[in-house]
């Protein structure tokens, strides 16, 4: 095992959860597979012991290619869904309380700890601001660490909670390629599959099937492709997003393919806020010795070392002055594989 759960950490999350009557488990903002899929997991774990637990998203929409999940049509969608009346938070899969979306914009006081929070995390950058901590960098995915946690509980792992935990670490892992993919993902993976969760469905509706306004948002990006130095990088606008009718988890992949373009180190992608007043900024590398979760804290955010992102605000100038500091950072990196 390249990484083990404390089973008393485990055993005082499920305490700790038991005692509440209803459990909220917000997302963070701009939710993927793995950040939607592990509360989900968990809320199917603690309907076991007559827990309620919903996974709430933060901002924006439902993402379409999501509804597949088990239990999905579950999922609070704040702004468009009441909030049930709650005493327990569940953070799982939040490098930063801070970064929920508009959950946490509208009432900072959410997370300020009056109510108790459980964080179960994969990120580096993720500080232990729960009053349970289970934080594992090493882990592949959130998911990776839920189907650990359930395990320590003796969690009847059901085939709904399978299909669950399987896509968190197929979205994090993108399809068990990422370096963080052990062998010990492999093993979680096999036995998730023999508990009966299907790969056909996971592999289709997270890297297969893409409505057309896909295409057309992926030719603004590799339009919109610019180079500074050693990175390349490009820009979503709203104006993208509005004339090709799209979603912001349409534009998840681009990343992923524009890292590893020949002659960069560092891929960038700024996602235009819907006020048009900044960005959401997201780094990729393929390089060990390129540590973007340091860069993305050097501007507010986090994230992993391969992986990461933080937020600009401003105009014009602000992005330029923000891609010659990524460029110059990325450069005095020593040099990778
Ligand atoms: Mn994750």
Known sequence: MSWTIDPAAAAAA????????????????????????????????????GVDAYPVITDGDFPSNLKFLPGSDKVLVYGRDELPAYDMLCLIDCADRKRLGAFVKDDPSRLD?????????????????GVVN???????????????????????????????????????????????????????VADLMETGADLEPVVDWLFRLKPRSTLCLWRHALDNINWAGPIIWTEMTRDGFEQCGAEMAEA???????????????????YQDEDRQGWRVSLRSLEK???VASIAKYFGGGGHPLAAGA??????????EFIARV???????????
């Open 14 to 49: 499920l305490e700790t959860l038991r005692g509440a009557k209803t459990v909220l488990m917000p997302t963070h903002q701009n939710v993927d597979a793995d950040g939607l899929s592990s509360p989900l997991a968990m809320r199917h774990a603690l309907a076991q012991v």
């Open 289 to 291: 010795t390129v540590d």
């Open 252 to 270: 998840e992949g681009i990343v992923n393919f524009l890292s590893g373009t020949q002659g960069s180190r560092v891929a960038v992608i700024l």
């Open 113 to 129: 700890g009056s109510v108790p929070i459980v964080n179960i995390d994969h990120h580096k950058t993720n500080d232990r601001f």
């Open 134 to 188: 289970i934080v594992e960098p090493d882990a592949s995915s959130a998911g990776e660490i839920v189907a650990e946690v359930l395990r320590l509980w003796g969690t009847n792992t059901t085939t709904d909670i399978a299909k669950c935990l399987l896509s968190g670490i197929y979205g994090d892992t993108l399809g068990l390629r990422t370096p963080s993919t052990t062998p010990q993902t492999l093993r979680t």
């Open 327 to 337: 460029a110059e950072l990325v450069a005095a990196a020593p040099a990778g594989k």
């Open 311 to 320: 937020h600009l605000e401003g105009g014009p100038a602000e992005r330029a």
